[in-house]
């Protein structure tokens, strides 16, 4: 995944891009003018897939970011997850690339 694009006008937000040419925005909910309500009952999740989950939470770790859980390891499918919060405190979940 890369930028595609920054934008650093009112909104401030920036593009990412996969290989397969998927795009995703990314932009701090305040800067959008939208105020979050309860984010305990957020209606859509954020899953992440990452080839090292440890190395993920090692350096999240070393960010002070707010790890919600994990990271675990589910024995009956054999992969690893775990969760934390973004800076605005919605939660995100990580699964590795052993997960099905």
Known sequence: M???DTFDD???YCCLKTASGSKLGIAPAAGMRVVPGDRSKNTVLLQ???DDLHELFAHLRQADTVITFGPSRDKQHGFWF???ADPEGNPIWV???DCP
Do not use: A, Q, S
Request: no cysteine; glycine share 14%.
């Open 2 to 4: 890369r930028v595609t």
């Open 10 to 12: 009112e909104f401030h």
């Open 48 to 50: 992440l897939e990452v």
């Open 82 to 84: 775990g969760g934390f």
């Open 95 to 97: 699964v590795d690339k």
